[in-house]
């Protein structure tokens, strides 16, 4: 679950690359062993994001090489909505550019690597009785190179966080989540 607290005892959690499964076939699926999921409660009030969302997350790989992806989405996911009434934002990452965006490095299997990178921006209201969704997954049909499925990626949770531009802040939100 996505919550305003970092939670230091979270673990691991690990997904399986595979490209032929669509972003939209990922966050619409019940569970899926291709991402890794987490939303927050449902929301009691609308939340207006506007600007860039940033990630920051730990992860390994089983192999030299892997694509990283993120979308940011409003669950329920509503199969046969726009794409825009779903997602509200994405972003990807090179993780053998964890160190530089000038240099590539392979990546070591097993080795942790520390990423942070801005999602699209945006500006949306998210309605009341939706939730916000964390989906982090590896190949993006749509925007990243296709490997052959199987790598398999390990995200460190209490190495991971999520910046959402919300508009009032952090009492906004909290106001939405029904926290007092």
Do not use: Y
């Amino acid at each position: 679950m996505l919550s305003l607290e970092a939670d230091s005892d979270a673990g691991d959690q690990s997904l399986t690359d595979d490209a032929s499964f669509s972003g939209a076939d990922l966050a619409g699926a019940e569970a899926s062993e291709h991402r890794l999921l987490f939303a927050t409660p449902e929301l009691a009030e609308e939340v207006h994001l506007s600007g860039l969302s940033r990630v920051s997350l730990r992860l390994a790989a089983d192999r030299a090489a892997a694509n990283l992806s993120v979308w940011l989405v409003s669950l329920p996911w509503t199969e046969g909505a726009s794409i825009n009434g779903n997602l509200i934002t994405r972003g990807w990452a090179d993780p053998q550019n964890a160190a530089s965006l000038r240099e590539s490095a392979p990546l070591v299997p097993g080795e942790f690597v520390e990423l942070a990178f801005d999602l699209q921006p945006d500006d949306q209201i998210i309605p009341a009785g939706q939730q916000i969704g964390l989906m982090i997954f590896s190949s993006d049909a749509d925007f990243t190179l296709h490997p052959e499925p199987g790598t398999r990626l390990t995200v460190d949770l209490a190495g991971t966080a999520l910046d959402l531009p919300v508009v009032g802040g952090r009492a906004a939100l909290a106001r939405a989540l029904g926290i007092d």
